[in-house]
């Protein structure tokens, strides 16, 4: 199954993050990384598997580098019915309230468009002592990618 990252930055922690998880799943996937800000939703297709990857900024919002592709989702209302996704979010206890807020919208937009989220949510912590790069490492490999469902 194709598995496509899209990772929404402000400072670059989440690209960071994208090619650590995209590191992980080529050894046994076929792995495409892209900015959301280069990405088009009209290019979301169904049958593959997506990685969400994405900080926070503002009071609880996403990076702006994030905002056009959800304005186009938000704008288009694309049908995302069978669409698998699992979320790795970033963000800093420090914003205790809004804390990860980030890819915990990334999830919410999607789920509200039919997708579906698998696998747990991980959410770093700028706080902590552990490295996004490793914690995305150790969150892709207990990934389960699911089966391709038959069209
Ligand atoms: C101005 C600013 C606002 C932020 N707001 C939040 C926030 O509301 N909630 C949160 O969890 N993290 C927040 N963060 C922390 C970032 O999400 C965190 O540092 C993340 O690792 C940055 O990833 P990036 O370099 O990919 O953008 C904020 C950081 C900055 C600089």
């Not at 997506?50 to 926070?56: D, E, K, N, P, R």
């Not at 039919?114 to 207990?142: L, N, T, Y």
Request: proline share 4%.
């Amino acid at each position: 199954m194709r598995v496509v990252i899209l990772f929404g930055t402000e400072m670059g922690t989440a690209e960071r993050a994208a090619e650590a998880v995209a590191d992980v799943l080529a050894a046994s996937h076929d792995v495409a990384v892209y900015d959301m800000s280069d990405f088009d939703a009209d290019d979301l297709d169904t049958r593959d598997f997506h990685i969400l990857v994405c900080s926070t900024y503002g009071t609880g919002e996403l990076p702006t580098g994030a905002e056009p592709f959800f304005a186009q989702l938000d704008d288009r209302l694309p049908d995302l019915s069978g669409l698998r996704f699992a979320v790795f979010g970033l963000g800093d206890i420090v914003y205790d309230t809004t804390f990860n807020r980030g890819g915990e919208i990334c999830a919410e937009k999607f789920t509200a468009l039919g997708a579906e989220q698998v696998g747990a949510h991980a959410r770093h912590d700028a706080s902590s002592s552990e490295r996004p790069q490793d914690m995305a490492r150790e969150w892709a490999r207990a990934l389960e990618i699911p089966a391709p469902t038959s069209v």
